[in-house]
């Protein structure tokens, strides 16, 4: 597997028609034993993975590092991530039920929640092995099987995460994975066997999943792009607010859907908080992913290098001022001169119809743009085929909840931003998808409902 100009890290094959109804259909073995479990017995098995991932933490995180490039410090919090979600849903597998429902005359009814079967996730290449996570856990717990096809960038961790559910007893094959790119992935999304199809990535990828599903009638859940809105108020805490905004666009590189890279901040207070956020901005250190003091390391590949760099330079020809950083950088370290790095770029005098504005970079790029009334920001703010996150700083609670509530984003963050516990349902609003994961709202995605009505007298026939 090659990576140009950068190194060979490992060579694999990409599973066709083949290898694909392989997968499928050890999974669809494995799923009759896994759904004829009780949910404590599942829940055993999926702490078991949870307890493997916590004690090779850093192992797994080292590899997450090289599989995909973000620091060392980022990669260990996904993990940790990873393994919360397993016990997390561990701890609701037991607790799944339908209800009773009394009808007159002595009858009843009941729902019975019932798993899918084979369900197919597809993931991403910015969070590969907690995206993985976040779509595994609750599908297992539901008492579905699943086969995951990691994006072809970052193959490598979710094969550890194959071999961690085995080691935790699992059925042989009930969370196989399939390499490859579209080819395979569509492949996946076509097979007769697959009935639930669970997508990370873009926007248009998205959408032609949802035509393939359409075709089967199978159930999806997307998880697409996003452009969100952080909204900073003058009477924020200033120190905060700045936090929040760097958390907002420079995690995993700037790689991340629901980064709040439309910053809107209150005139009255965009000159101070642009100084700072520039003099931090430029104090974040690059370099060696591995290192443990590193809080940038590099960008997926050279194409998408060459993206985020076209969308910089076009910024500029529409007006954009780059405050810092946008150029290339080149470690000291002889060895990573041919990385895929950048500095992390804040520009100026932006307008909301710039492109950099109203498309999405996913790389290390904050724009800034000045508002003046509360009104102003949240029609600004919703004008966006968007919807995934948004974030407001503001000391007024009652401001911090009309404001969420008027953002049409499905992930909202008040004085904070980018924290996505477990328990805490995540997903969007209009083109960045539907669906959810995480939380209890995922169990919804992985089971169907089956009611069951039952007549304790005679049936009272019209005929």
């Known amino acids: 597997f090659k990576m140009c100009p950068g190194r060979v890290i490992c060579k694999l ?8 109804d392989l997968a499928v259909q050890s999974a669809k073995a494995a799923f009759k034993i896994w759904s004829q479990m009780s949910g ?3 829940s055993r098995v999926l702490l078991e993975a949870a307890r493997i991932i916590r004690e090779q933490r850093d192992e797994i995180a080292t590899l997450e590092t090289i599989n995909n490039g973000k620091s060392i410090f980022e990669a260990r919090v996904d993990i940790d991530i990873s393994w919360q979600c397993l016990e997390y849903y561990a701890g609701l597998a037991g607790s799944l039920a339908g209800e009773h429902i009394q009808l007159p005359g002595g009858s ?30 609750p599908a297992l717990a539901c008492g579905n099987a699943m086969v995951f096809k990691p994006s072809p960038f970052t193959p490598i961790t979710v094969v550890r995460l194959a071999e961690i559910f085995t080691e935790a007893g699992v059925p042989k094959g009930l969370f196989n994975v399939v390499q490859g790119g579209a080819a395979t992935g569509q492949l996946l999304c076509h097979h007769p066997d697959v009935a639930k199809i669970s997508f990370t990535g873009s926007v248009p990828t998205g959408s032609k999943i949802m035509e393939m599903a359409a075709k089967r009638i199978k159930p999806v859940t997307l998880e697409l792009g996003g452009k969100s809105p952080l909204i ?19 995690l995993t590189q700037g790689e991340v859907c629901c980064n709040g890279t439309r910053v809107f901040v ?48 076009q910024a500029k020809e529409q007006g954009a001022e780059v405050l810092c950083g946008g150029d290339l950088y ?40 000045p508002f003046d009334t509360e009104e102003e920001v949240l029609e600004r703010a919703n ?6 996150a948004g974030g407001v700083f503001t000391r007024d609670i009652q401001k911090a909840h009309r404001v969420v509530a008027a953002l049409k984003a499905g992930m909202c963050f008040i004085n904070n931003y980018n924290v996505s516990p477990v328990e805490l349902p995540f997903g969007g609003y209009k083109a960045s998808g539907f669906g959810r ?9 992985y089971t169907q409902l089956k009611t069951v009505c039952v007549e304790m007298g005679n049936v009272e026939s019209v005929f």
């Not at 991403?124 to 907690?130: E, G, I, L, V």
């Not at 932006?350 to 904050?366: A, L, Q, R, S």
């Open 330 to 369: 080149v470690p000291d370290d002889p060895k990573l001169k041919n990385g895929y790095y950048m500095r992390p770029c804040v520009l100026g005098k932006c307008k909301d119809d710039m492109t950099c504005v109203k498309e999405e970079i996913f790389g290390p790029v904050m724009s800034i743009l």
């Open 383 to 388: 004008n966006t085929k968007f919807g995934l």
């Open 108 to 137: 009843f009814g009941y729902t019975r929640r019932e798993p899918l079967g084979v369900c197919a996730g597809i993931g991403a290449w910015n969070y590969p092995f907690q995206t993985a996570c976040w779509k595994c856990a």
């Open 266 to 313: 209150e005139r009255k207070i965009l000159d101070v908080f642009t100084k700072e956020v520039v003099k931090r901005t430029q104090k974040i250190k690059i370099g060696d992913p591995l290192l443990e003091d590193t809080r940038m390391g590099a960008l997926i590949n050279q194409p998408h290098l060459d993206r985020v760099q076209g969308f910089i330079k």
């Open 40 to 42: 404590m017995e599942r």
């Open 232 to 250: 900073i108020f003058s009477d924020c805490d200033m120190e905060n607010a700045i936090n929040g905004a760097l958390m907002a666009n420079f």
């Open 13 to 20: 094959l990409c599973s066709g028609e083949k290898e694909v």
């Open 437 to 445: 994961e995480n939380g209890r709202a995922a169990i919804e995605h």
